[in-house]
T-cell receptor, first 113, second 114 residues
Framework: DGGITQSPKYLFRKEGQNVTLSCEQN?????MYWYRQDPGQGLRLIYY???????QKGDIAEGYSVSREKKESFPLTVTSAQKNPTAFYLC????????????FGQGTRLTVV | DAKTTQPNSMESNEEEPVHLPCNHS???????IHWYRQLPSQGPEYVIH???SNVNNRMASLAIAEDRKSSTLILHRATLRDAAVYYC???????????????FGQGTILTVHP
């Protein structure tokens, strides 16, 4: 089945460690996105990429890094510089045109202890 | 980026119609209006989108004001499964600095009573 896959669903890390969240899509979409969601809040855009080997900062990029070496993959690294990394992280993809819909993964819940 | 304003919450009874409003007074002529909804602990799912004309699909209808400064998502018969957070989003198609971005606001929490 075509779709967007995030793994793992739950992730625990010790404070000070970098951690990489996986996002893979087999929809042949050009654009991919990473969001952070805190309890009772809306989605905040971290990074987005409209094409392979290119990405832009969203509204809360500090403490995060991404790469887009392949069209189907857009991993997000939460670095030790992110002061409050515990959150629900969502990845999305879309064909890229603003007239098209975006598809979301089921999310990764990261807990830093 | 053009902003949207939605009520924090709304309530409805099952099998009644629901009208979810969204204000976007700074919308540009090339912004598409998108609606998504999010169930608890899940990723958002697409509901509907439009540019100028009203749109219908199997999930909902989208009514767009003539001046495009507001829109309304219409659920014709609410069910308990429609209880979710509904987001109204503008997507820039013009190739400006916000082209390609998909930015969410706080959304409207819809509660459906049996």
């Amino acid at each position: 089945d075509g779709g967007i896959t995030q793994s793992p669903k739950y992730l625990f890390r010790k404070e000070g460690q970098n951690v990489t969240l996986s996002c893979e899509q087999n929809l042949n979409h050009d654009a991919m996105y990473w969001y952070r969601q805190d309890p009772g809040q809306g989605l905040r855009l971290i990074y987005y990429s409209q094409i392979v080997n290119d990405f832009q900062k969203g509204d809360i990029a500090e403490g995060y890094s991404v790469s887009r070496e392949k069209k189907e993959s857009f991993p997000l690294t939460v670095t030790s510089a992110q002061k409050n990394p515990t959150a629900f992280y969502l990845c999305a993809s879309s064909p890229g045109r603003s007239s098209t819909e975006a598809f979301f993964g089921q999310g990764t819940r990261l807990t830093v202890v | 980026d053009a902003k949207t304003t939605q009520p924090n919450s709304m309530e409805s009874n099952e099998e009644e119609p629901v009208h979810l409003p969204c204000n976007h007074s700074t919308i540009s002529g090339t912004d598409y209006i998108h609606w998504y909804r999010q169930l608890p602990s899940q990723g958002p799912e697409y509901v509907i989108h439009g540019l100028t004309s009203n749109v219908n699909n199997r999930m909902a209808s989208l009514a767009i004001a003539e001046d495009r400064k507001s829109s309304t998502l219409i659920l014709h018969r609410a069910t308990l499964r429609d209880a979710a957070v509904y987001y109204c989003i503008l997507r820039d198609a013009a190739g400006g600095t916000s082209y390609g971005k998909l930015t969410f606001g706080q959304g409207t929490i819809l509660t459906v009573h049996p």
